[in-house]
Structures are given as structure tokens and as C-alpha cells.
């Protein structure tokens, strides 16, 4: 059973069953891409926006009470996760994002039709584009859900991070005592304890989040009201004002009008940079989790200085063998995450004059990449993270014989001799302190001083005193 519906190009049957309508149907026949439909986070910003865009639209007098409350309604049902499957517009669709948008507002349109006690498809009652679109152009209505959506996401991560960090902290205090070989350039350096290299990846954690939270921030500026070019052209002087009063008011937060509403449509430059902050959280998982796979690896032929939580068998013809999954899984993710980023750079310098059509893969690949962090860090902490033992014994075995460990004498005996020493050390597989005390260097006494553990390891200002230095504003 099919009906027909009518737009500028001519008639086309849609399925009686659907709640979209002709534009959707063509949007499907025209985009049969990749099979991924918009993110939730998608639909349920751009339902929040048509809900305030009517509401709006009702208190300026221009869509009828009866008209308004009947879209409010099937936006309360759609955010209530009513109707979620129609909405199977492909992620790669018409440039601005226009398929999504006539996609939501056909959708708003024949629910609210049926509210009113009329068949979908009566656009002579109640019209996607005069209605529901009423005020709104897919160039401004696109990137403004983009920007929630995203927002939400955002939100969502930087609780997921907090998580992982916390954890990581934990672990800086339980090992804080832990001796162990610094390295620089994969070679045996000065000493740090497990803990110091612990309390840096939470430091590294925290300043990404930062990065973050500033970018999310940024989107609460909003190109709502710009319409079709940024000119406002069929909006009312008082709609975006209205609009963002309404959102705000729906999703808690304080939205900001765009300082420039043509510069609003023609640059998607706060998007751009909230990927790019993805992409340097990225970087910094991808290193942390290397780390972790380079200190477990062993157990007798590599580091083995931590051991890494086992969650499941790691060869299928090489018995007993675990690998470090979690961490190989969070390098995958970073990498797709810096993937991301480069598809929405290309996209964000893409725009021509005064719009930038390329927002859609903006949104998909930003979304796509929230969606893993959000989905995998909370798994990563509890299953990974929170598992971290250490071997100080391994670690201690190892940092007696680290040649570095010369460094300590050379204000005593000079660089060339210290290297020199750290030479013969390493030749003969002795500790460096050892050494020092045969050659007459140092006493048994003189050696404990100079080889204890705060003289190895001087203490240094950590993280969290850092953070409230900068609380402080000092």
C-alpha cells in the first residue's frame, strides 16, 4: 500500500507504512551508500531544534496554537525514542545536510497530522517546509543540530575520561614507590618510579580534556536564525532570539547566537577544531596504550614490568599466550579517531562563499568518533586500567644494572670517566655502583647515599598541585 506525495520535481508513491514522506523517499533512491543511518545524538538534536523553532513560532503568532502543540507532541515522542526508525537517510547524502532536515520534517509533519486526526500526507493541513521548517533553512537548522549533537557527546566523554584518568592517578599513588629504568630513545636512562610515568598520563589526560571542554564550549554558538545565507531571510527579527531561549531552556545550557551569521554558514571552523581535539586526545591514548603494550611485554623476553589484566586467550596455536588486547583495541580506536579528523579537516576547508555543504561528513565522522571513545574508555578503565599490577622486583633487577645510573657520578669524576665507568659496566654486566666502589670511587656508605631512592628519583611538583596553582589564578 503506498500514497502519493507531491514536491517541486513531480509525484512520487510513498510507503503508507512511513511517516516520512517524497523527499526521504528520494533522499533513499538517491543515496544508497553505506547503510549507516544519522547517530541518535543527530536525531534527537535536530527534533530539539524543531521543537523550539515551533514553540518560537507559536509565541511570534505565526503558526497556529493548534498547529504548534500537535509538532511539539510528535518531537516529545521522537525524543522519547518513538518512531526511530524513520529516519533512514544515509550519513552521505545531499551536501547541507538538506536530506536529514526534510527527512525530520516530514516525519514531525505526518506524526503530527495523525495527532490532529488527519492522514499523513495532508500537507494542505499541516506542511514539512511551512510548517515544521517554518523560519529554518537545512544550512542553518544542519550545522545547529550538528553542534548539540555533538555537545552531547562531548558531555558524555569528558565523564568517560574523567573515569580513566581517576584511575590512572590511583595507580601514580600505588606505585609511587616503584624504582624503575627511565628511557629515552628506547634506551636505559636516569630512574623515575612507575609512578611518575603514571602521574604523567593522567597529566596528559587532563590537558586533553581541557582541549575538550574549550572546543565543546565553542559549539554553543549557534547559526540558528542565518536561514538560507546568513541574511535571516523568512525568519522573524525575534525567531533566533526565541530559539535559543527555547533550547537552552530544553537542554540546559546557555547557547549563544553566531557573532557573524554569514561567516555562521560559510565556516565550519568550530567543528573542525572540536575534531581536531578528538584527534589530540587520540594521540595521547594511542602513546599510553603502546606504553602499556611496551612495559608488559615478556614475560621473559621483553620489559615485564607491569603485568596487564588477561581477558582472554591470545594465540589459537600457541598455548598459555596472552596478549594485551584492551591496549591493542584503544590503539585501533585512536587510529580510526586521527582518521576522522583528517576527513572533517578536508571537509572544513571545502566550503565555497557562503556555505559550506560538506557538513554532513563533518558530523558523521565527529559523532562516529565519540561514539567509539564513548563506548570503549569506560571498558578500557575497568577492564584494563584498574587491573595494572606491577613487578617491582623485575623493575628493581633491571634499574640495578642500567648503565645511566653513571650520570649520578659524573659531577664527582667528570663526563668521560662516568662514561667510561657506564662502559665497563655494561661490558661486564655489573651495576654501576658496584663498579664504582671495586675502582675505589666511592665507599659502601658513600654508594648507599648516592644510590638511595631520593637521590634517584628527586621529588618534583605532580599534576594536582599544579591544578590548584591554576585554581588559584596564581
Known sequence: MSRVEQDPLGTLRVPDSAYYGIQTTRAIANFPVSGIRAHPDMIRAYVLVKKAAAQANQELRLLKPGLARAIVRACNEVLAGGLADQFPVDVYQAGAGTSLNMNVNEVLANRALEILGRSRGDYAHLN????????????DTFPTAAHLAVVFGADRLLVALAGLARTLRRKSRQFARVLKSGRTHLNDALPVTLGNEFRAYDAALDRAAARIRQRSSDLLELPIGGTAVGSGANAHPRFRSLVLRRLGSLCGLRFQPARDSFEALQSRAQLAAFSSALKELALELIRIANDLRLLQSGPFAGLAEIRLPAVQPGSSIMPGKVNPVMAECLDMIGFQVVGNDMTVSLAGQAGQLELNVMAPVMAHNILQSLAL????????????AAGIRADAARCRSLLALNPSLATLLAPRIGYLKAARLAQEATAKGVAISALAIAKGLLSPAEASRMFSSGNLVPAAPGPRMMKRKRKDGK
Not at 128 to 138: A, C, F, I, L, R
Open 128 to 139: 514539512p517546509n511551512d510548517h515544521v521548517n517554518m523560519g529554518q533553512s537545512s544550512n
Open 373 to 384: 571513545l564513548n563506548n570503549y574508555l569506560p571498558k578500557f578503565t575497568r577492564g584494563c
